[in-house]
């Protein structure tokens, strides 16, 4: 990945994607708006993701639901959409060292709460969050942490 490219979002995990050589960490980007995830997102009323993947690049935008540069086409759901218009997305992957369609198929959509995934419950990544114990046990013993974690999905399109 370069180390410059056109996005909004910070790197957050470096720019080697190779998940194999970051201990899963790949290349992450921190969106620049701190709703975008969490108690804020769900204070802002949440928001909109959206993410266009092309043979040539993925990029990924967030809007919070109060922010007034929404397109029209996301905050009201439009049959057809126009990416272009939609400004610098938070995060982009262009295609340059890395074949992107050799690397990824067909999306599925899941939509999952995984406390303690791959990542997220590395005894790395877990213990440099600054939360005590281990992943698991703390999830285990502390469910009134997790009383905000849910979906409230009001709809997802899917365009092609």
Not at 84 to 99: H, I, K, L, R
């Amino acid at each position: 990945m370069p180390a410059s490219r056109s996005q909004s979002g910070m790197v957050a995990t470096g720019n080697n994607c190779d998940t194999a050589a970051t201990d899963n960490a790949g290349c992450g980007v921190k969106a620049p708006s701190e709703n975008s995830y969490g108690a804020a997102f769900n204070s802002a009323g949440g928001g909109w993701y959206a993410t266009e993947r092309t043979n040539s690049f993925i990029k990924i935008w967030f809007w919070s639901r109060g922010e007034d540069d929404v397109p029209a086409d996301v905050r009201n759901g439009a049959t057809s959409i126009n990416t272009d218009d939609w400004g610098t997305p938070f995060a982009y992957f262009p295609s340059q060292t890395c074949n992107i369609a050799d690397h990824f198929g067909e999306h599925n959509l899941v939509i999952n709460l995984t406390l303690c995934g791959d990542w997220a419950g590395a005894s790395n990544v877990y213990s440099a969050s600054g939360c005590p114990g281990d992943c698991v046990s703390y999830v285990n013993n502390n469910p009134s942490a997790f009383t905000d974690a849910y979906f409230d999905v009001q709809w997802l399109k899917i365009y092609q």
